[in-house]
């Protein structure tokens, strides 16, 4: 942990690290209170109140940085002035989430464990900053394929990123820090995401999914549509 963190960061910390080893079910406030170095038993719950309270900060921090990094890579396509491609918008989505994967690194799997009930209800009341930019992507690419039903193109991105969190929680515990081969093996596996993405967005739809949807339309996107439910069993499909 960098000197001068707060207290509060390093049992945030701790606390990312424990989730994504063992689950958030598993570990309890007085046990990352213990992990963090803290002689006050009720540390963990004074700084942070709930464990449902601490699991939304550190997807806030987390996801805020990544969300931040994918706004860059958002604004540098649209600096060129036309309309980024598909591809292109895929890579954007996944790059930031696999470019956290490194030999130290946690933030996949914890992503996963909270994507399931009941921590995905955790994340309703998060900062709707912290994921901006995936909405912004959703509606790009909703705009290039207007043509596909709203259901279904919800459904899909849920899948798209549901398998793109579950793949790189996957991976991440084994990865080694400073593996030029490990970093080229997380390389890869974001490509082929990416590819997979696309090819989910660009499936025909079969005329058994379309006697399945809703007679009545569906916006696109809403208020009610944040990433992180999509990726959970949440999801409405």
Known sequence: MARGST???????????MFAERGIDAVS???ITTASGQRNKSAAQYHFGTKEQLVREIFERHTGEVNAHRQRLLDALHERGDRPALEELADVL?????ETVDGDS???????????PPWIGALVHADPMATQSVQTVFTEIAQLLDGL???VLRTRLALAMMLT?????ACEHTVAPGSPDDARRVALLA???VDTTVGILLAPV??????LLPHAAEPVTDDSWPWHLLIGAEAGF
């Open 106 to 116: 946690h933030y996949a799997r914890f992503l996963a464990r909270v994507s399931t």
């Open 149 to 151: 039903p709203g259901p």
């Open 206 to 211: 079969s005329g058994a999914t379309r006697d």
């Open 191 to 193: 490509a082929q995401l």
């Open 165 to 169: 969190v579950r793949a790189l929680a």
């Open 29 to 31: 406030l007085r046990e």
């Open 7 to 17: 207290t509060r960061e390093v049992m945030a910390e701790v606390a990312l690290r």
């Open 94 to 98: 996944i790059r930031p989430l696999a």
